[in-house]
């Protein structure tokens, strides 16, 4: 785990191609059965208007000058010539497959793609999806994501999921059986949801060995439907040491092989309401590793197979 006590992303990508990766994000003009009427038009509640993507590349400019735009940003910060494809914004399997198949390999022609990776939700990954993945996986390294955030059918409810918890056990089956790696989005932080019921989330998800997880705080953002509801409906917001208190015992939860590829998140600035304390994500990551070292503990050390 390197420097970590948990098994990062970037450590992962260090074993397996030897150096650092770029993930370059990019938005390929997809909708949401949430959002276009087949299952609700008004999407998740903490969802914006710009989806989950709100630093991909924009949906105006043609896939490769999105890439380009990414990698000539990014190239500030990290010095690589690898990278991994992320198609984020809403549901990137929504769609004809001529149409799928057409963006995922146009992806993959830029030079030095070692890989592609794709946000989706499990009612929308059909057979024809899956062969299309199928048939990627063994050309290049592709993983899967789907956004759970919770097992609680009360939360799905309220959150305006659209899928119940049985069929993102089917998906996450369905790509085991194809060979195809999936990870899974967990968010801490939902009204009504106790501390214990978070863990059960995450107790869920590591039984399931899905290979990645993705942990981050709620968020409350200025062009949702869940801010409207916060502004009527105030309720506690999880400070940064309760939060760093959960995200630890997540760890311990889950096992020690799952790639952690988050354990907190990028809030949009210009339209984070809450909690501010998530702006200072290299304040919650090394607060992290500080409290995992005092409690001398580790991911996955409470795993229970």
Known sequence: MSNKRYNTLNNEFKRIFG?????????????????????GSRGCIFCGEEGSGEFAGSRQIPIKEQLEQQKDLLSKKWNSDQYIIYFQNFTNTYGTIDRLRS?????????????????????????????LLTDINKKTFLWVELGLQSIHEKTEKFIRRGYPLSLYDKAIDELKRNNIRAVTHLIIGFPNESKDEIIQSVKHVAKTNTWGIKLHSLYIQRDTDLYNYYIKNPFSIMTMDEYIDITIESLERIPKSMVVHRITGDGKKDLLIEPTWSLNKLKVLTSIDKELKIRDTFQGKLFDT
């Not at 993930?23 to 949430?34: I, Q």
């Open 103 to 131: 963006l995922y390999y146009e992806a993959l022609e830029l030079e030095g793609v070692v890989g592609i990776a794709i946000a989706t939700r499990p009612d929308c990954l059909d057979e024809e999806v899956i062969e």
């Open 19 to 39: 150096g650092k990766v770029m993930k370059l994000s990019v938005d390929g003009g997809f909708t949401c059965p949430n959002r276009d009427g087949t299952k």
